[in-house]
């Protein structure tokens, strides 16, 4: 990205940002160098505690936990999507007497911690921990896609709805035809990220003993032993981590497709206005 | 509702501690955030990629993961810490820093770009055009997300309960135990808590918005 | 925006469907415990729970899965433990072998909403009988009687007795029983954690003075770590009688389960169970409290 803020450097500029670049990485690497020896020394990566890892139970009980996160998961954001664009369509309706409870209880849902809503699922309405989980999750997210979807259709240009109205649109089909898909396309990052979000916060799960992938992996530090904690909790972190890229380059993969068939019709893409998600 | 009442006490402890944290945390992460937004447009490469690497890994990890680094694995590097709040703040600022400096660089990328092409043609570096035109009208336009990633990090401090720190969740867990005949009681109690910071800050985030809506 | 939907749902088929293989990847083989063998077709009166819980032929029974030597987890995701032993014994007399019990996990916040709901039979899961919870749900037994103790670091000599703690920070689980003893009663300074073994690393970098709960539970913790970790002594402080939840009032489901505990003791499985799991920290097994017939 050749910049707009500032200009081009000059020799004198690029010699010292090279400078600065290669100090500030040597800095980092020696940083994380001092952190792999100090856990070395504790002998956090002698190979008797890794070796649990050639057990094939212990990656089935890996497997299991992730098998649990992703169906959580995506049983959510399969639930929460729609029911967020509905959401989305009944906050912005035209009559007050529609819009205004549906504020409240997006303004009530967003602002209750997604650990309580499990629990409380789970205690008030005696469901399984899966259904808690997923209750929670949908409550919330679709509270979110909501939110973000409307700031979607409300950066659009005012023209789009007034020239859908002009043809003859009604005001819903208008919404459906024309804002819609505009705002979706718009903000396609900022739902992608709250998809990642979702996906982590199923995780939050342990409240209702619902046995996902870190429960799994606490569960296994507990029976096998303290030693194998560090182990255990650095192999989560890194299929989290590798899952959750994965799934925000999926999406800019899918987008990118998308917007080469779309760019047809439509003038230079604007960049995303802002971000609605929220971690 | 007698138990909410006679365990009022508690319950305010808990707000303050959740209160604390959250304020704390949102205030280091906005400084935080923004540096590392600022960083990923800076000339600099190294700086750039630093910035994204950072937001890539910490946008992607459980908010869980984060506390046990800095709960657990900080301790064993030798970084002691009398106070468990202070990992506590260490994770959740870390954390919605990723989230801010996102929001922030794509607010930078709202602002047209006559404006950097004007400061510029004035004679202005890279940090004066960052922090004097372009950082101004960029955080105008993403204080409402930004309010809303304060919300959630309201509701992320919840996760301290489990890692060292007393916090609202925390005491409303302890009351939910005490009381077994109450227990949806109880966690009504604490939601009611919780909802007292969500919904000012969800009412403020749409006040600005329409502000700046009609400033623009 | 169609073409969009269909690709997103065949994403979300595939997940689905790589889900499903890696569900299918589990069962598995067993570890420890004993197998107590059913009885043969039992009978019952007509109308009791017992009669409905051998016709049926299953049971469901909640559990923890996160206390080492009660229930406790294991790689194949079954639980094993003294409550898990006990929950199997049970079963036995109902003519349920230990195949046919349906176990899930109860954490402390679950167990009385689990039983009123009837999502679960019992509950056997380290859960002390107190007057409060006597008012939701009725309890059999106790089965065993625990009593909260310290942990401390092995060259941790000032910390002896729970007067010892005021005012210095103590590890404990938030929510639970011992948490609020040490606190109320000693006036030690909490800090809660999300299970116990979460509290061995801040005791070993002696972020805090001591970790509390029953002793059981602390024992195992310093039967797999004897170089780091001692009790502050071997007293207890409090008496924490575990109880099997049931259904509140079902009296006559309660004295069965009582007469069966007695009759665990006069043959000697109750012996047997506790060897086969906390017997392997704690070597004399106990004898079974005084039932508590109120």
Redesign the interface.
Known sequence: MSSVLYDVPGPKARRISLIGSVIGSLLILGLLAWIIMVLAQQGIFESRRWQIFTRTDVWRLLGNGLGATLSAAALSAVIAFPLGLALCLLRIADSPIIRIPVRVVLEFLRGMPVVLMMLFVLLGFGTSPFIAVVTGLVLYNAAVFAEIIRAGIQSLPKGQREAGLAIGLTSYRSRMLIELPQAIRRMMPSLVAQMVVLLKDTSLGYIVAYGELLRAVQVMADFLGNAYLFPVFFVAAAIYIAINIAVSRLAVWIERRGSKKAAGGTAKAEPATVEAGAP | MDVIIENLPLYWEGFLRTLFLSAVSGVIALVLGTLLAAARVSPVAALRGFSMVYVEVLRNTPLTIAFFFAAIVLPRLGVKFEQFEIAAIIALSTYTAAFIAEAVRSGVNSVPVGQAEAARSIGMGFGQVLSLIILPQALRTVIPPLINILIALVKNSSVAGAFFVLELFGYGRQLANANGDAVITVLLGTAFFYLLLTVPLGILASTVERKVAIAR | ?K??LT??KS??VA??A??AL??S??G?GDAGGTNPSPVEKPTFAAGTTMEKLSSAGTIKIGTK??Q?LFG??????KPVGFDVEIGKLIAAKLGISADKIEWS??????????I????VDLVIATYTIND??K???SFAGPYYEAGQALMVNKDNDTIKKPEDVKGKKV?SV????P??TIVDKYGAE??????Y??C???LR???VEAVTTDNVILAGFVD??PDAFKLASDETFTKEPYGIGLKKDDTQFRNWINDQLESFQEDGSYKKAWEATAGSVIKTAPDLPTIDRY
Do not use: H, I, W, Y
Not at chain 3, 72 to 77: A, H, K
Not at chain 3, 105 to 114: I, L, Y
Not at chain 3, 174 to 177: D, K
């Open positions: 925006m073409a969009f690709r997103r994403f979300v997940a689905t790589a889900l890696s569900l990847a589990c598995g899965f996160d080492p406790q987890v294991g790689l194949d995701g996990e109860t954490v402390s916040a679950n167990r009385e909403p689990f009123e709901q009837g999502k409060k919870r008012q939701v749900v590890c938030t929510g639970s029983t948490a609020a909490l800090v809660p954690a999300a299970t073994s979460a061995l690393e801040p970098n002696k972020q797999k770590e």
